[in-house]
């Protein structure tokens, strides 16, 4: 009904005297791009894209094949659905965490990380796993390992604890695509 | 307004993008800005309140449930009961009305049950402390002593193997966080401004409090000296003393003791622990007439007793022990009632090193008769200052002794009224009986017996940690074994292993230790300490595998051999430098070589010795740059080479012989002399049977640029042997025509 009274594909509203303050509003008639793209990587013509084991794999093998990469067990048991009214994390809240924490180790780890960084929270410790290649001398990795521990305290504020692996770039190649 | 104008004109109506009714409560506590929008949507629950508020209201829910309950449960108690099913065994006690208990579980049948019967009887309730539960946890849980320290990465490439990399990765990741506390107090609006919450709030996550003159105040300076910022504090009370702000005596006090407790520098930093003994500590700020406590001590003129008693213990602690004494006969004089830390002061100030001894043994009992008189209660600390005296006598046989006399009666009287014994009280004991060997033994055995099966935690303070040390000391020292596996006993019970915790002090134990066991014990026994220990509990020096090394060579105990060179190429050869680690090679390969029992059946040992030659020879024949020699300035490389050269040839490996040979040819010039003519008389022989003719040439132009004593026979020998071109003979007889004994080669 109201579909007759909107402008035509692709024009803006000139008509009315409040065009310039109004928002644009249109609706799309273009294919729909809801196709699933998360998680899921390009094979190359001469198959040369490395994939982890947790890369080889796409979301909806979790738990089937490969693990989650951040797990929670902070909470009290049984109080999931009522963690706002206790006052503990909620689920966006720790996403965003998760989201930052990760954005600071790839940041903090240049060209260091072979892996996805898993995050593991236990209690008020939160954990955070990764692998990385022995590119960097040690005594520079301790220093990052303080570095990020005691920053990621200060703003996550709970103690932090970064638990690394070392292995060589190929080891950690699942297969190539 | 626009929006909801463009909206009807087009009939659009969307709940989302409206405004908020008036009358809907609006949620006040979220950490991220874009959802205090969405939270008014139909995603989240109309007229929510905050997760602290919700759990506030609760708490005080059940708060006030259970005092109703505990009201309910009154009024039924005195009430008469009349069911029959009562246990009416509590003990009646005056003012007292036992709650009554119904038998309404299984449990409370099958205990009266088990009370009828006598088949059980259930604990008493008892009373314990808050940390009770992580103790019991602490106590079934052991250290793995295979795996590295908790503060280390247990990852091959992040392991420290010895002691130098231990104390460079910890001092890493210390500069780690050093730089992380920087960025924290620099850039405190990164973290102030954090939302996300932390209830309650933790010191050690915020943001450090920064001094800034023109924010001043008596409620900053208040927030400085609760979060023991030394420094702050005293910045912000010289910014108010020059404003001439008046600071009320409460705050002064407060202040008083927190410079007087450390003589104005900053606190210790929370993770001491993990980087104890890995620096070398500063020296302590002397306590003067200059120093804050003083300062601030005439602006407070007239000083109260607190104040007194305050400066007493700062200025005893800093080694001002006049200072000390002359506020004691103050308050002394004035009848004042000083506490068991003052008098302790007073105690410790007493150094017979200034004064004579009399004088201050006098004074101390001066002092000990003040308090019984006072009836002020001695404690642990009261026995440790006065060991610190006994300590400081002159160490002059007679007054060790006298200083002897005095200490058993005191610690005999403490230990009467119920005082416990810290074992900075035995360190001192030892001290003092440190320079009689005969005295020692049986001191150490008799505190053992003492010690033995209790959990010495937690420690009292830093002196402490020296007693394990000094015990394993005196056990080597007597070469008493049993003494140090009783030592060492003490130090697993429980969580004893704290006294340890330093690593300095844990060092020195370990070296003690494994030094008398290695001297005294079969040598299996020492290997098994050595898998136990090295390197994550102790990573043991290079003059420890030294004295290993002479025992296995004497005994001859071939099985140790691949053990001990792998502990030592696995821990850098103990973090020597290019000389000592030179050396140790060469050690250990005349080892290999004194042990000729390698049977040529043994297979496998033979082949573990060639491994190990290889390795060798690796080590120094790696890491020179790019043109340079590996060999160069290198004075043990020649002694390690040859040793390499009569491995291969015992061994018979003519493969690696070549290849040691030809880097001895390779690099001749940066050696500091040729190969001994004997082993290349016995190594050119080799050749000849292996029929190596390019190694054999390169052989005689070697021995005879080198003017070697047997020079012309080798040539001769490989010369008859070998088909020589005649540009190879023309060199050879220019090289030897010198020589009157060469015949030179026909043409």
Redo the contacts between chains.
Sequence with gaps: ??LA??PPRGRRLTS?P?SS???S?AIHTSSSLDKDSAGRYKVTVNRTRPLTYEMSFRPDDIMHKKGFNSFNTAQLENTFLTK?????D?P??MF??DVFIRRFMYGTWPEALESTVLVKRQHNLIRIAAIIN?RMR??????????????L??????PVRV????AEKEDVVYKYI | M??Q??SRS???VSVARLPAPVTTARRTVT??QY?KEVDQSHLHLVE?QS??R??LL?LRQRAAWEEQREKRLIDQASRPWESEDVLTDQPSVAGYTPLPVRETTVYDRLLATARESGDCVPQKYKERESSTLLRLLASNIGRDKTAPHYRF?D????IPYNAV?QR???L??????Q???F??DNHPEL?ND?L????PQ?K????KAIFQENQASVESLKVFIAGYNVTEAWQTYEALDAAGQKIDNETLQALLELVSYYNGDPATVENYNEIAGLFYTEEITPWDGKCKAELLAQKMEPLSLESKMALMAGSAKFGNNARCWSLYLECATAQEPLNVTAYNAAILSNDPKTLTVNTAWANVELVLKEMRARKVAPDSSTLDCLFQVLNKFPKNPAMRQRASDLAFPLLAEFKQIGVPVWLSVYVKLIYIHRSREDQRGDLVKMILDELQGKDLTPKPNAESEWFFCLCMEGAKLMEDVALAYKIHDILMFGTNEIYLSDAKRSAHYYANFLDLVLKKEPLAVTMEFLSKFVPHVYPAKLDFYKELVGRVRREGALQYIPKIWTDLTISSFCGANRMLKNEAIDWFLGLILDIDTILDEDKGASEGVVTIAKEAFSEISTGGRRGVSPVSGNAMALPILEKILQIALREKNSEFLLQVLEFSFEWSRSLPRPISPELFATITDELIELREDDLLYKSVIYCSEATMVNAVEISQKICSVLELKPQEKIAINQLLSHDSMWVPLEL
């Design positions: 009904m109201f009274r909107l009315s409040w303050l109004l928002p509003c706002e009214e206790i006052g503990q909620l966006h809240k965003l965490e022995p040690t005594q520079f990795v301790y220093f990052l390992i303080g570095y990020t521990e005691e920053l305290s200060f703003w996550l504020k709970c638990e690394l692996q070392v | 626009a929006w104008l463009w087009h009939g659009l950490d991220i959802y929510a997760t602290q919700k759990f609760k990465h990852d091959p490439y992040l990399q460079d990765f910890m890493s990741k210390e500069g780690g966080r730089a992380a506390r960025v924290r973290f954090n996300i919450e932390h209830e933790i050690a996550f915020m943001p």
